[in-house]
């Protein structure tokens, strides 16, 4: 089955600095999001992006967020100057069509620490 | 009413029992709905789609009540590899899926 890839599968950083986080979505998905979950709790949604632009955001998507596709196969997540509250695991995910009716598949995710 | 609500749980079980998760939601207009596991420290994986009255696939069985806004999952002669916490989605409005907390389930030998 094709897979969403996610680099690197741990990142450990100092508060205030700036991360990126990257993602290969599968190779024909047109949908591409970010969700995080913080240890011990739920799954949420961060941003979806669709024709090199955000479709949607949640309000955990503040201006320290932004989401790039520098090219045809790379999906960044960054964060400019990281919070201690932004230790979490972040999942990439893709979608052939719009993902509130179908299938949505997750990268393995990036586990962030901040310190 | 939260988006999203599962039973608490953890759910201790012994193999080969059959145990029933319940998942509320809040949004009426929600047309498809899913149920994703997720074992400790990994990504989300979809197990099960619904999009009318119920799904089955071998062991798994979930039904949906529009009326009541509910859905629920059953999971016949549980085995270990059953183990993992297993989360309701539901799209909400605009955002793709909106997750439940989960709830964990333990089957024990």
């Known amino acids: 089955e094709p897979e969403v890839t996610q680099t690197p599968s741990h990142q450990v950083t100092q508060m205030g600095q700036e991360v990126i986080l990257r993602c290969v979505p599968i190779?024909?998905?047109?949908?591409f999001y970010w969700y995080r979950q913080i240890l011990g709790q739920k799954v949420e949604f961060l941003v979806s992006f669709y024709n090199n632009e955000i479709s949607e955001k949640s309000e955990i998507f503040d201006d320290q967020f932004s989401v790039e596709r520098p090219d045809g196969s790379n999906f960044t997540l960054k964060i400019r100057s990281t919070k201690l509250e932004d230790s979490a695991m972040y999942f990439c995910a893709s979608s052939a069509t719009d993902g509130t009716n179908e299938k949505l598949f997750f990268g393995s995710g990036t586990q962030l620490s901040v310190l | 009413r939260k988006e999203v609500e599962q039973d608490p749980g953890p759910f201790n079980v012994p193999e080969g029992a059959t145990v029933a998760f319940n998942c509320t939601y809040s949004?009426?207009?929600?047309?498809?709905f899913f149920w994703y596991r997720q074992d400790c420290r990994k990504e989300p994986k979809l197990l099960m789609s619904?999009?009318?009255s119920g799904n089955e696939d071998g062991r798994f069985t979930a039904q949906l009540n529009r009326a009541s806004q509910y859905i629920s999952l059953l999971i016949r002669d549980s085995k270990l590899s059953d183990s993992a916490t297993y989360l309701c989605?539901?799209?909400?409005?605009?955002?793709?899926?909106?997750f439940g907390k989960g709830t964990r389930l333990s089957v024990i030998a």
């Open positions: 190779s024909n998905h047109l949908y």
């Open positions: 619904v999009y009318s």
């Open positions: 949004n009426s207009a929600s047309q498809s």
């Open positions: 989605v539901v799209p909400s409005g605009n955002t793709p899926l909106v």
